[in-house]
């Protein structure tokens, strides 16, 4: 069974160190994206009608690929660890007491559930005033386009914290699993160091 146990806190870390890297590549790209292009004041041919700013347009196409990638590579990473660490408690009895287990299942629940409040409803409301937002700007319809960008705008410190939460909590179960498999958790605490020896008969008979 420890074969199975150590794969299984394998997949279950590279899983963790996935999604923590998929945040840290969507973050950093949108912080380099917006100001780059804010400071080259591009103008899209395609929007020549909308009086409004034209790198927000671009960067947002760019920032929009970019979370779509990011959001690919998490989701499957967030189940892979869920089902891994509930293998390892479940099946590999994990001692749930230890401080180090603690902390990376409540990090890993803080986790998860930030990442579904933002995939399935703030991402879900954002996108559609995107795409309209869109829509309108090569319409040329600007003050429709204003109202679908203000509704974007409105949800957008909503998702960077519930993406700030999702990273802290991924990194901290992160940091406990590396903790508790270096530890041996799993075999109580303790790593046998090497064969165990008989007790010589001499020892034995003099008793």
């Not at 780059?36 to 409004?52: E, H, I, M, N």
Request: proline share 5%.
């Amino acid at each position: 069974m420890r074969p199975w146990r150590a794969f299984t806190e394998m997949v279950h870390l590279v899983a963790l160190g996935l999604w923590l890297g998929s945040l840290v590549m969507a973050a950093a790209t949108a912080a380099v994206v917006f100001p780059t292009v804010k400071s080259l004041d591009p103008r899209l041919p395609g929007f020549a009608a909308y009086t409004g700013d034209h790198w927000l347009l671009a960067a947002g196409h760019v920032g929009e690929r970019v979370f779509t990638i990011s959001y690919l590579i998490a989701f499957p990473c967030s189940l892979a660890a869920i089902i891994t660490l509930a293998a390892l408690v479940l099946l590999f009895r994990l001692p749930r007491t230890r401080p180090a287990v603690v902390l990376r299942i409540v990090a890993l629940v803080i986790a998860v559930a930030a990442f579904a409040a933002q995939l399935l409803v703030v991402s879900q409301s954002m996108n559609a005033s995107l795409r309209a937002y869109w829509a309108a700007a090569q319409a040329g319809q600007n003050d429709v386009a204003a109202r679908h960008q203000a509704a974007f705008q409105e949800l957008h410190p909503m998702a960077s914290t519930l993406m700030a939460i999702t990273g802290i909590g991924v990194l901290v179960a992160l940091g406990a699993g590396a903790w508790s498999a270096g530890a041996g958790e799993g075999d109580g605490g303790r790593a046998q160091s090497g064969p165990v020896l008989e007790e010589p008969a001499l020892v034995r008979e003099g008793r």
